[in-house]
Each structure stands twice: as structure tokens, then as C-alpha cells.
């Protein structure tokens, strides 16, 4: 069942995004070749904490830390590791906050030092896909629509788009009703209304959009071993069209 959030509601969701995207922010900055990402695991829950909020999903659906993740051809919901990222890497970066019981979700993807043209050009494409996909999430709009809008930019660039993981709405859990795919066709799903939260995440990538369970046995990775991009934002409907809640420009 999807939740409509009230105006105080989504106040309380922007706060904690503002948290987040703070966060997000530092992270970048921290990243570098030789840093391992249990580093920056740590330093994320540390973050998060002195903002006043918790780790969204530390514990949620048995994942033990505070960051998801995943490099290169590792997709999403990577476990932190000694792993010490590598000149050339990109790294995604998926962190939620939980913040007065209301949760936000965001993830960026980021170069580690030099990293190749084709590499460039997935991140712009993916971010690019992100804003077009969060321009439709507008009320009479649907959730096919969001999903019609990002395949097409996605495959037009001759990337892929992966299927089987999509955004979702969000407020007191962090996974709620709708299921918001980044694929579809246009005029089906349910209709996006005024007080609806939801997290749109592009999840692209260089090769086949097929995904397979990653070394870590909990994240995913490309079948093909592909690199992998994705970004996400938490997003309210609004009467005045998307309200980005963890917007880093703030």
C-alpha cells in the first residue's frame, strides 16, 4: 500500500535527506586510491551519528553496516572491506539515514583517481538519466513514465538498464510501496500523486543489464563483469512539481 506523507512528514524526511547528503559530500571528498572502503563505511556511520541521525540500513534485511559499497563491476549492496580502491575505479556509494523515524536513501558514483573515457561517460550518462526520470515524477504522471523515460536515454547511449533491482517509495521503512523500475512503458503503474515519497535509482551499466549474486554472497554484480553505474535521490511529489530531499547542491 503506498503512503501519502504529510507536509510536516516530508519536513521531517528533508531534514534527515540534508543529513544525508552532507554525508554523501564528505564521503566523496575522502575518496582516493589506497583508501579502503570499510574506511569509508566507518566513516559514514560516524558522520551520520554526530548529525543526530542512525544508519538506515545497518540491520535491515540482515546487512551489517552502515554503507553499501560496490565497485566497478559490483552493482549495488556491496559489503565494506579491506578492499583499497585503485586508480581507474569508480566506486558506488549507498547510504541511508534514519533520522525522527523517517528514513532517506541516496546513492552517487564516484571516480577513484584516472579513470577512463567509457567510465566517464557511464557516470554522466547515469546521473543524466537520474534527473530526466525525476523530471517525470510529476502528479498525472505514472510510474511507467518515469521508468519509459530513463530505458530509452539509458539504451539510446548504448548502455543497459538493470531489471531486476529498482527504486521504491520511502518514509517510516526504507523499502515502501511503489516499486519504481527504470524500465516500462509510458501510461502504466500507479498514477504519482501529491504526498508521495519515493527514491528513483538508475542502475546502468557498460554491458548486458543481467546481474548475478556478487563474491561477497549478499551485493550483485554484472553477469558479464561490466562496470556498473548508479545514482539515486529521495523525491516528494509536490504540487509545484519533484522536490529533491537529498539534494547535494544545498
Do not use: W
Not at 6 to 18: H, L, S, V, Y
Not at 46 to 52: E, K, N, T
Not at 163 to 183: A, M, T, W, Y
Amino acid at each position: 500500500m503506498i503512503t501519502i506523507k504529510t507536509k510536516a512528514e516530508i519536513d521531517i524526511i528533508a531534514e534527515g535527506g540534508r543529513i544525508l547528503s552532507n554525508t554523501i559530500k564528505e564521503l566523496e571528498k575522502m575518496v582516493r586510491p589506497g583508501l579502503t572502503t570499510m574506511e569509508l563505511n566507518r566513516a559514514a556511520e560516524a558522520l551520520i551519528l554526530s548529525a543526530g541521525g542512525k544508519p538506515a540500513f545497518k540491520g535491515c534485511e540482515g546487512f551489517p553496516y552502515a554503507l553499501c559499497v560496490s565497485v566497478n563491476e559490483n552493482v549495488v549492496h556491496g559489503f565494506p572491506s579491506d578492499y583499497a580502491l585503485k586508480d581507474g575505479d569508480i566506486v558506488k556509494l549507498d547510504l541511508g539515514v534514519t533520522y525522527k523515524g523517517y528514513n532517506t536513501d541516496m546513492a552517487v558514483t564516484v571516480p577513484v583517481g584516472n579513470v577512463s573515457y567509457e567510465a566517464k561517460r557511464l557516470l554522466n550518462v547515469t546521473k543524466k538519466a537520474l534527473r530526466l526520470g525525476i523530471k517525470k515524477a510529476k502528479i498525472g504522471n505514472t510510474i511507467g513514465d518515469i521508468g519509459n523515460t530513463v530505458q530509452r536515454f539509458v539504451e539510446d547511449q548504448g548502455f543497459g538498464v538493470v531489471r531486476d533491482l529498482c527504486g521504491h517509495g520511502i518514509g517510516k521503512s526504507v523499502h515502501e510501496d511503489p516499486q519504481i523500475p527504470n524500465f516500462g512503458r509510458r501510461g502504466t503503474g500507479e498514477r504519482i500523486v501529491e504526498g508521495m515519497v519515493i527514491c528513483i535509482e538508475p542502475i546502468v551499466t557498460m554491458g548486458d543489464y543481467q546481474i548475478k549474486t556478487a563474491k561477497d554472497g549478499y551485493g550483485y554484480a554484472t553477469r558479464d563483469n561490466s562496470l556498473a553505474a548508479h545514482f539515486e535521490h529521495t523525491i516528494a511529489i509536490t504540487k509545484s512539481g519533484p522536490k529533491i530531499l537529498t539534494d547535494l547542491e544545498k
